[in-house]
């Protein structure tokens, strides 16, 4: 893939925001290409709506802010309305179905709006804990900036010291992974 | 969902506030605000933070206030007094903007016997920049800059606030430290802080052992140990100076 | 003791931990600061860092301070640096304009937030006249604007080398995006690079006993007249201004035939470069002129583009601060300028090139 991705997640803090887009991008960073990351930041030290700003492209990216993404995924009210100022006509807008009376404040200029199950699918079929690697598999498939084995890799290279003292983690973040992008496949 | 009872001073607007989960700062402002409620001295406050996390506090009360520099919260209040003896001037802040950057200012307020009230959040580490070493931080305490916990031989022992106000101040001062862990008897020296600018003494300095469960990385029971048996073994809680009773009175 | 870094590698870090390893691998003896978003995390590696290579830190009690022991290290002959942001920058212009004065090499890593005041810790462009003529002096220093990790990198060893050649305070400015963006870059042993570090000698502690061995040091910042101090000033002046030519440097992109100039610096030449080529992609003649180097200014070079262009357009994250320094060096040159000024907030090469597009 050629083309900068751009990529804004959003959240509450404590959702895992930030730790699915640095796994992201180390993804794609080791594969060779071009990454760049910025979480957003205030003076709270918790509270306020976590945002990360991801890059993917082949060739060296510009400025660390943009516009307009290419995928918003916003997993709270707060972020739903905080996100909605980067999505244009071709930026596919994803949020978590858990959300509730967001149907209002949600964009209406989307190229697609896709609601997702990701926290219910968490509780019923995983593990709350894993909301956010969920969110991960929907990121990438939805976008394409890794493929499923980049995502796997980085995942273990990131909780590969968890996954040692209990192998059953592994197979429980690779099924979220999948799950994710089920999701969204289904949709799109 | 009924709101919990707040003191009169506080400002239900900007409530819940911006603290974070566990943090001591909530606890030290609602003394406060019961102490400015049994005073009733709300109309002639004024009100002054630092920079940290106790420049959240910028908004708390229905008194006016201002946020200032860090460290600098000390000089603005002076200022203010200097120029309006009426008001009642209060500078709060953490043990950075006291104790480290505004050190020089608070050594020189003392010493001047401003007639101001100091309130300061001493909770052993840089809260808003992420958990940085402080002058009070304990020895052997891990922070940010002291990674690898803190060596008193390299940077001193924690700063002993309150004695070294009282040792610089004369008889009007009025000095003390009080916990979190004790929100009565908190409120009990922030009354009697106050009291003693209201009566034009002198200076007023209370220090309040407060926690920080964000960068301590501790739960609500460690928290609570912390604060209650382990940070009482280099920081006395209790009155320090009181000044000597007056026969007369007079509002300052 | 083993080297921080051996060869070269491709890393994937924050700007904040690039300027740690960075010093780490410029042999630097001691690092001095105080805690100011966005740059704790500098302070955060380096103390988990140095102790492992043998350097030393301390955490001051204010700017001020880090600023005044930075120059104590210097004056004692060790390589030491300090950093900070914003407020913590205006404290250390009383430190820094006593380095102009003395011609103490220090290195000062700036990580801009917003301004005036405490503002934002975010990101701005608004410490560029503080950083270049802070202070109560002539602006005698070297300042490098960065915008990658790499030059992040590849500038702070640099720094070091500069500032104890040419001994004037140096200056590594950044912003607040690039302290806390993760990009890749390759960190290396500037030795793998032919990069030698240039030898530090103290200013006070010689060896022998003063008076009787050698010539005691007796340095100061203070003058009793007019006349003397003009001298001084002179002095200084005329040094900088020799050195400066084999210290300037700048970027140029497709300036040749350039009729749109677009004048950035920092991380904003980034933007401006995907502009250029968004523009020229659309038959628009755009061009962009980046300095490097804010002190020494390439005014020279500068020129010589600028009068080619049809139109120069200022790019910054601040209020016309770089626009000033641009004014000062483009006097008598009769191009139309027209700036684009986003104080405290990032900006994107599709602004850019709206503007431009929307402008002609």
């Given amino acids: 893939m050629a083309k900068l991705t751009k990529l804004a997640l959003a959240g509450e803090g404590g959702q895992g925001v930030q730790s699915v887009a640095g796994i992201i991008v180390e993804a794609a960073n080791d594969e060779g290409r071009e990454a760049l990351y910025i979480p957003n930041f205030g003076v709270e030290q918790r509270g306020g709506v976590s945002v990360a700003y991801c890059q993917i492209s082949d060739e060296k990216i510009g400025s660390p802010k943009f516009i307009y993404a290419d995928l918003v995924i916003a997993l709270s009210d707060r972020a739903v309305r905080r996100t909605k100022q980067y999505v244009n006509k071709d930026t596919v807008f994803i949020y978590d179905s858990s ?86 496949k289904s949709m799109l | 969902m009924t709101a919990p009872k707040m003191p009169k001073s506080w400002r ?15 606890l030290i402002l609602k003394a406060l605000g019961e102490a400015i409620d049994e005073l009733g001295i709300q109309d002639r406050i004024v009100f002054g933070c630092d920079i940290g996390c106790s420049l959240l506090s910028w908004d708390f009360f229905n008194v006016d206030s201002v946020q200032t520099h860090h460290g600098r919260t000390t000089p603005v209040m002076t200022g203010i007094k200097r120029a309006r003896p009426d008001r009642i001037c209060i500078a709060y802040m953490g043990d950075g903007g006291g104790y480290a950057i505004g050190a020089q200012h608070l050594v020189n307020a003392a010493s001047r016997n401003e007639k101001i009230t100091v309130i300061l959040a001493n909770n052993s580490n840089y809260g808003m920049t992420g958990g940085q070493m402080a002058p009070t931080t304990l020895p052997g305490m891990k922070t940010e800059t002291s990674p690898y916990g803190r060596d008193p031989e390299a940077t001193g022992f924690p700063t002993q606030g309150p004695e070294m106000v009282a040792a610089i101040t004369r008889e009007n001062a009025y000095v003390a430290r009080g916990s979190v862990a004790n929100v009565r008897q908190l409120k009990n020296y922030l009354k009697k802080a106050l009291q003693n600018q209201i009566d034009g003494n002198g200076f007023s300095f209370v220090e309040a ?44 | 003791m ?16 690039v300027v740690a390893w960075a010093a780490l691998a410029a042999d630097v003896d001691i690092m001095y600061g105080y805690p100011i978003t966005p740059q704790n995390e500098i302070m955060h590696y380096w103390t988990r860092l140095a102790p492992k290579h043998g350097r030393g830190f301390l955490q001051t009690e ?39 004065m003395m011609r103490i090499p220090t290195v000062l890593v700036v990580q801009q937030r917003g301004g005036p005041s405490t503002a934002t810790v975010i990101y701005s462009q608004q410490e560029v006249t503080m950083t270049c003529y802070g202070g109560n002096g002539e602006g005698l220093r070297i300042v490098y604007s960065t915008g990658t990790h790499q030059e992040l990198f590849d500038y702070t060893i640099k720094s070091f080398n500069i500032a104890w050649k040419y001994r004037f305070p140096t200056f590594v400015l950044g912003d607040g995006y690039q302290a806390k963006m993760r990009e890749s870059l390759h960190i290396y042993d500037p030795a ?6 240039v030898e530090t000698t103290p ?7 003063p008076g009787v061995d050698r010539e005691p040091a007796h340095l100061r910042n203070t003058y009793n007249t007019e006349e003397e101090l003009y001298a001084v000033v002179s002095d200084l002046v005329a040094a900088y201004e020799k050195i400066a030519p084999e210290i300037v440097e700048y970027q140029t992109f497709e300036t040749e035939d350039a009729e749109v100039l677009i004048l950035a610096h920092g991380i904003v030449t980034r933007a401006a470069q995907a502009a250029v080529k968004t523009l020229r992609a659309q038959g628009i003649k755009a061009g962009h002129f980046r300095p490097v180097t804010l002190r020494p200014f390439p005014t020279q070079e500068l020129r010589e583009v600028a009068a080619k262009a049809k139109k120069l357009l200022v790019v910054e994250s601040a209020q016309g601060q770089f626009q000033k320094l641009v004014k000062d060096a483009l006097y008598g040159l009769s191009v139309p300028m027209e700036s684009y000024f986003k104080p405290g907030q990032g900006i994107t090469s599709e602004e850019l090139a709206d503007q431009i597009k929307g402008g002609k």
């Avoid at chain 1, 796997?152 to 003292?165: P, S, T, V």
């Avoid at chain 2, 100076?241 to 509002?251: D, G, L, R, V």
């Avoid at chain 3, 921080?4 to 700007?15: A, Y």
């Fill in chain 3, 203 to 209: 200013f006070v502690g010689l060896a022998g006993t």
């Fill in chain 3, 62 to 100: 204010d700017e001020i301070s880090a600023g005044f022991t930075t120059c104590g290290g210097v004056l004692s002959g060790k390589r030491a640096f300090t950093a900070t942001s914003g407020p913590g920058n205006i404290l250390m212009q009383e430190s820094m304009t006593m380095a102009e």
């Fill in chain 1, 99 to 184: 959300i509730e009376d967001i149907e209002k404040d949600l964009p209406t200029n989307a190229k697609k709006v896709l609601s997702i199950p990701a926290l219910e699918t968490a509780k019923k079929e995983l593990t709350p804990r894993v909301f956010n690697v969920i969110i991960m598999g929907a990121a990438i498939a939805a976008t394409g900036v890794i493929d499923m084995d980049g995502a796997k890799k980085a995942l273990e290279k990131r909780l590969g010291y968890k996954f040692e003292q209990d192998p059953k983690l592994r197979e429980l973040n690779f099924k979220a992974l999948e799950r994710g992008a089920e999701l969204v």
């Fill in chain 2, 209 to 252: 052992l407060s926690g920080c469960p964000t960068n301590w990385s501790t739960n609500a029971k460690d928290t609570w140990n912390f604060i209650e048996k382990t940070m009482t073994q280099y920081f006395k809680v209790g009155e320090v100076k009181t000044p000597a009773p007056k026969e007369e009175k007079s509002n300052g």
């Fill in chain 3, 2 to 17: 083993e080297k921080p870094i051996t060869g070269e590698k491709r890393v994937f870090m924050t700007g904040n931990e």
């Fill in chain 2, 12 to 26: 239900a607007e900007t409530k819940p506030h911006k603290f974070c989960p566990g943090c001591g700062h909530g």
């Fill in chain 3, 192 to 197: 793998e690079k032919g990069i030698k570090m």
